[in-house]
C-alpha cells in the first residue's frame, strides 16, 4: 500500500510560481512512475505530468510544456511539480498519482492551487 500526500499550494498572482509537493511511503518508490493531475470545477481530471522511476524520462500536457517541471528526490520519497509562469487557467485541485506498473493505484488527497488574474 502506498500513501501519497500534496503540499505546496496557494494562491498566486498570475505570472507567479509554486512548487508543489507530494510525499509518498513505502520501500518500492523508487520502481514507480510518479504523475501530476490537476481538475478545474466542472471540468474532467487533466494529465499534468509524469516521470519514470528513475526520473530520466519526463512526459508533460500541451497545456503546461515549457512552464512545468517535474522532478522526483527517490531517498527523500518525494517528487515535485515547478510551476513557472502561472495564469489563471491553471487554477484546479492538484493530485499527485503513483504507478507501479500500468496504471495510476494510488491518488494522493489533491492541493488547490488558485492563480489570480
Known amino acids: 500500500q502506498v500513501q501519497l500526500e500534496e503540499s505546496g499550494g496557494g494562491l498566486v498572482q498570475a505570472g507567479g510560481s509554486l512548487r508543489l509537493s507530494c510525499a509518498a511511503s513505502g520501500r518500492t518508490f523508487s520502481s514507480f512512475t510518479m504523475g501530476w493531475f490537476r481538475q478545474a470545477p466542472g471540468k474532467e481530471r487533466e494529465f499534468v505530468a509524469r516521470i519514470n522511476g528513475r526520473g530520466v524520462i519526463t512526459d508533460y500536457g500541451d497545456s503546461v510544456k515549457g512552464r512545468f517541471t517535474i522532478s522526483r528526490h527517490n531517498a527523500k520519497n518525494t517528487v515535485f511539480l515547478q510551476m513557472n509562469s502561472l495564469k489563471p487557467e491553471d487554477t484546479a485541485v492538484y493530485y499527485c498519482?503513483?504507478?507501479?506498473?500500468?496504471?495510476?493505484?494510488?491518488w494522493g488527497q489533491g492541493t488547490q492551487v488558485t492563480v489570480s488574474s
Open positions: 498519482a503513483a504507478s507501479p506498473v500500468a496504471g495510476w493505484d494510488y
